[in-house]
């Protein structure tokens, strides 16, 4: 059995330098946490737990301290862990905790339930003596202030905003307190096998940015956002609605169970992905119970890291 893990900093274009500079850092830095947590326990989820909270407390990437700002400047994050021998955990619209994806493991190892949210999930959280959440980055605030006025201008074009932007002109008092405010990093995640056999996944988020305060994305649903199966551990990334319906990592691991060759069961995910909520949509990471590891995105381009066989660290954005 081979030991293997990859992490993915999220989905979408990565067009700006400076951002994907900062990024690759983070990623490299993760990975390499990751990896040395994995090599000395030899325990997946330890392993993937440390190299999704790592990218939380990057501030660069959208999750816990970097998580994106909804439409009226808040933040609501989401997280998520699983592993082929049974153990599952969720938390939703998370406001006061700094590493949603350690409440995730919380709920999973902790409590009789699967998916805890809102100020339940923070109560939890203080209870286990979690840190708390801090103000949001400056460059998170500038880009939520840049990004509502370009959405109340109708510079944003993407039929996703502008369905928000609809429901917000049919509500002269939400379009008032909106438009006083104005005066795509995406989800991260991680997927490992350890010597054992036992392969894990974590994922977290801040969601979309300019979402609907309480909206609640992939990322704490099984099968959509994250899945692990005695055969392969998934993790998505993208916009959570159409990850939601196209349920990627459940579909992945269907594919295995079904005896498909996993480089082949990853193209046919992305492709019934393709067909079924269409391209520019999402990405996912995968590690199979032989310690391959993959990806696949219908985005120009996903954020990954891993370790190679030589032992050197791999970060990529358009692999």
């Known amino acids: ?38 090599n000395n326990s030899n325990n ?16 660069y990437l959208n999750a816990g301290v970097g998580s994106v700002l909804d439409i009226l400047g808040n933040r609501t994050l989401d997280a998520g862990i699983m592993t082929s021998n049974g153990l599952i955990g969720a938390v939703s619209a998370v406001k006061a905790t700094r590493n949603p994806v350690v409440l995730a493991r919380i709920v999973a190892e902790k409590t009789p339930h699967i998916i805890i949210g809102g100020d339940g999930a923070d109560t939890l959280a203080k209870l286990y003596s979690l840190p708390p959440l801090p103000p949001p980055p400056k460059h998170v605030v500038e880009r939520y202030y840049e990004s509502l006025k370009k959405l109340l201008s ?88 159409m990850i939601i319906r196209s349920m990627p990592c459940l579909k992945l691991a269907e594919y295995i169970d079904q005896g498909m060759d996993f480089e082949e069961a990853l193209d046919n995910v992305i492709t019934y992905v393709n067909e079924t909520v269409g391209k520019d949509t999402m990405g996912f990471i995968a590690v199979d119970y032989e310690g391959r590891i993959g990806w696949r995105y219908n985005t120009e381009a996903m954020l990954i890291g891993y370790m190679d066989r030589e032992g050197r660290v791999i970060v990529n954005h358009k692999p």
């Open 44 to 59: 997946a989820l330890e392993a993937v737990v440390e190299a999704v909270k790592c990218m939380e407390d990057s501030g």
């Open 1 to 38: 059995m081979a030991k293997s893990i990859i992490l993915h900093g999220g989905a979408g274009s990565w067009k700006d330098s400076r951002v994907r500079e900062k990024a690759y850092i983070v990623m490299e830095n993760c990975t390499r946490k990751a990896w040395t947590v994995l």
């Open 154 to 241: 109708g510079e944003i074009k993407r039929d996703y905003w502008r369905k928000i932007l609809s429901f917000i002109e049919s509500n002269e008092n939400y379009r008032r307190l909106v438009e006083s405010l104005a005066s795509f990093a995406d989800t991260v995640g991680a997927v490992a096998v350890d010597d054992n056999g036992l392969l894990a996944t974590a994922v977290s988020t801040g969601g979309v940015i300019l979402k609907l305060p309480g909206r609640i994305g992939d990322s704490p649903i099984p099968g959509a956002g994250f899945y692990s199966s005695r055969k392969v551990a998934c993790s998505a990334t993208g916009f959570g609605e």
